[in-house]
């Protein structure tokens, strides 16, 4: 938490540590709902009229029984970002960068297996936030991830017969977002 914490600082004192005016937002992204059920929210906070930055958790503790299958996307993971906008704080077009670390568990979606471990990320994108009404946006955005992954590949997402360890560096699209934010 006091990493965390560091870092914003960091990122308000490179973006003019102006104070005035600062306002802060609560957003949950709709499309994490839609994919099994992903618990998630996000807090930031304007630091200047360009850029804000953000933390975002996301939590996800459900398998699912389908026919003789299950399937689960079990994860707990947490995102450290700032974005700037071009117009200014929460309106218009952005870009974004964040740093991600996620814990999961996943399997019987893609194939068979299950998959069990750690995930450490870099990611950027972009986005556009179309403003509803003075206290409410609604956000779209999609990025783009390199991260490294280690992890334990099992024979099905449950039954525990293990089959080897894999460490991975990979890229992949992230952060694909239909967000609903909050003014406070």
Known sequence: MKRAILF?????????GKANAQKMYVASNCLDYLYLVTLNAEFGINVSSNWSVYVNGKYNPFSYDWGERTIQHKQASVAIGSKYWFWYVNSGWFLNSNIRYSRYNFGGIIDKYGYQGNSYSWGVGAGYALILSKKLNLDFGLGLSVGYTNYSKYMCPTCGKFIEKRKKIYVAPSDLMVQLSVML
């Not at 600082?9 to 003019?16: A, E, F, N, R, Y």
């Open 8 to 16: 914003l600082c960091v990122i308000w004192l490179q973006c003019g």
